[in-house]
C-alpha cells in the first residue's frame, strides 16, 4: 500500500506535471531556434529530457540532455551531447549530497567539486540549454534557498549562484499576470517567469545576450 501511494505522489517535492513542454528562442528579437523538454516522474525521480535546434550567428547547433532530480530534487545525474559543424562532445555529471564528478567538453580528465561555502544543495545548468533552468524554480521553492552552488556541465566548473531582488522592469506583455519572477544575479543576471500553482517556466530571458525562450502553448 505504501509503495502504491508514493507511486501515485511522485517524487515528494512540488515539481511541474509530467509532459512535453515547448519553447521558441530569440535573439535581439529575430527567431533562432526550438527547445523542449519532456518531464516523466516516478515514485524516487523526475527526470527532464532535453532537445534543442538553433541556428545562432550562421551556426547550426543542437543538444540532448537529460536531468535526472531526486525525490528532494536535488540533482543525480545529468548527461548531455552537443553538435557544433566542429565537434560532438559529450558531458556527464554525477552528484552526491555533498561532491560530484564532473565530465566536461573542456576537461581531459574529471573533476571532483564540492558545494561552495555557505551553500547546501547543488543546481545543474548548461549556459543556453533549458533544462537546469526549468528545474530551478520549483528547486529554490522545495529547499527556501536563494544561494546554491551551480555546475557547469561543458566547463565542468563550480560556482555560486545567487539570487536577487527581481529588477524593476514591467511584465513582459505575454508573460500571464498570475506568474511570480525568479531572478538569478550572479553568475550572471537571468529571469525566469514562472506559474506559481505549476512551477512551469513560461519565460526565461537573459539579457546580457537579448536571448529570451519563450513557452508555446
Do not use: C
Not at 14 to 34: D, H, K, L, Q, W
Not at 64 to 74: C, K, M, N
Amino acid at each position: 500500500m505504501l509503495s502504491a501511494l508514493l507511486l501515485a505522489a511522485g517524487v515528494g517535492a512540488a515539481f511541474p506535471s509530467a509532459g512535453v513542454y515547448r519553447y521558441t528562442a530569440t535573439m535581439s528579437g529575430e527567431n533562432i531556434g526550438s527547445w523542449s523538454v519532456n518531464v516523466t516522474q516516478d515514485a524516487s525521480h523526475a527526470q527532464i529530457d532535453e532537445n534543442s535546434n538553433a541556428s545562432v550567428m550562421g551556426l547550426q547547433v543542437s543538444a540532448t540532455a537529460s536531468l535526472v532530480l531526486g525525490p528532494d530534487l536535488d540533482p543525480l545525474r545529468y548527461t548531455g551531447t552537443y553538435h557544433t559543424p566542429m565537434q560532438s562532445p559529450n558531458v556527464s555529471i554525477d552528484v552526491t549530497a555533498n561532491e560530484a564528478t564532473a565530465s566536461g567538453a573542456m576537461t581531459s580528465q574529471p573533476r571532483h567539486l564540492t558545494l561552495a561555502a555557505g551553500t547546501n544543495h547543488f543546481v545543474v545548468v548548461e549556459p543556453g540549454l533549458l533544462a537546469g533552468l526549468f528545474a530551478l524554480p520549483a528547486q529554490l521553492a522545495a529547499w527556501k534557498e536563494t544561494t546554491v552552488t551551480w555546475i557547469t556541465p561543458a566547463t565542468a566548473q563550480a560556482q555560486t549562484l545567487r539570487v536577487g531582488t527581481p529588477p524593476s522592469s514591467s511584465r513582459p506583455s505575454d508573460v500571464p499576470a498570475s506568474d511570480a519572477l525568479l531572478s538569478v544575479e550572479h553568475p550572471i543576471a537571468v529571469t525566469i517567469w514562472y506559474d506559481p500553482a505549476t512551477l512551469v517556466p513560461d519565460e526565461i530571458g537573459v539579457p546580457s545576450q537579448n536571448a529570451v525562450l519563450r513557452r508555446q502553448r
